[in-house]
């Protein structure tokens, strides 16, 4: 059951949100829905603050998880997916993410909802859409760019490589690397540093900061709904996924 996927809980004025469907989290619009019920409801409680955003299993998330070959990709389901996770960045609250394991195509994605990644030394980022020969989705092109940069965000992009919890703190991506053992601790402490100041002040400061990221992931996400639509169709995305269940690297024809 989705409901069971994701679990939520107050402690003090730290909402803490867990994602639960290891070891790598996958997502589908099921579980994209109850993360979102879970934001919403500490939205919506006067007492929440800020929310910590966590995960069991060995990966943070793992993006989307697709068949064997890509051939039995639903394009309308991936869209309604994408369409649901805009509301998560409409959240008012600040959001600290603490990042485990892997956050990987859409789950870098779900990482990027939160104001600050703390990671562990076992964690590690990659935006590797090109690898699966598909364009980025889940708003990356909006969000990764604002958080590390322009030249950062293309040079993860285009190349979908790997990068590690050190090299996510050198460009920004992440605000502390720590052991996998206080990964928690460290996250309640950020998430409990900011819930002390006052709620009305910090919550107004983080709406200028953020501007117009809104309405520019809402405009990133139908762009990038329109190309996957069509990258889905394409030999190059079936033989990405190929080569991931194969574990071997892709040969990619242009088609």
Not at 100 to 107: F, T
Not at 213 to 239: C, K, N, P, S, Y
Request: charged share 25%; proline share 3%; glycine share 10%.
């Amino acid at each position: 059951m989705a409901e069971e996927q994701v679990t939520a809980r107050l402690e003090g004025h730290v909402g803490v949100v867990t994602v639960n469907r290891p070891p790598h989290n996958y997502f589908d619009g099921g579980s994209v829905e109850v993360l979102l019920s879970a934001f919403s409801a500490f939205e919506a409680d006067s007492s929440c603050r800020a929310i910590v955003l966590r995960a069991e299993g060995k990966s943070f998330c793992a993006g989307a998880q697709f068949g064997d070959d890509g051939n039995g990709v639903d394009a309308d389901a991936a869209m309604r997916i994408y369409r649901s996770a805009i509301a998560l960045f409409d959240i008012s609250k600040p959001v600290v993410a603490a990042i485990q394991g892997a956050a990987i195509g859409g789950g870098l994605g779900v990482s990027l909802i939160a104001d600050f990644r703390i990671a562990s030394e076992q964690a590690w980022f990659s935006a590797n859409f090109a690898r699966l020969g598909i364009h980025a989705g889940f708003g990356i092109t909006a969000t990764l760019p604002r958080v590390v940069g322009l030249q950062a965000a293309s040079l993860m992009l285009q190349t979908g490589r790997r990068v590690s919890a050190e090299k996510a703190l050198e460009i920004g991506l992440a605000e502390k690397v720590v052991p996998a053992d206080t990964l928690d601790d460290e996250a309640m402490a950020l998430a409990g540093e900011i819930a002390a100041n006052a709620p009305i002040a910090v919550q107004s400061m983080r709406r200028t900061l953020m501007g117009d990221r809104g309405a520019l992931v809402r405009a990133a996400i139908e762009r990038e709904i329109a190309e996957q639509r069509i990258h889905f169709e394409t030999d190059d995305f079936r033989e990405g996924i190929r080569a991931v269940h194969e574990r071997r690297a892709p040969v990619f024809s242009g088609r």
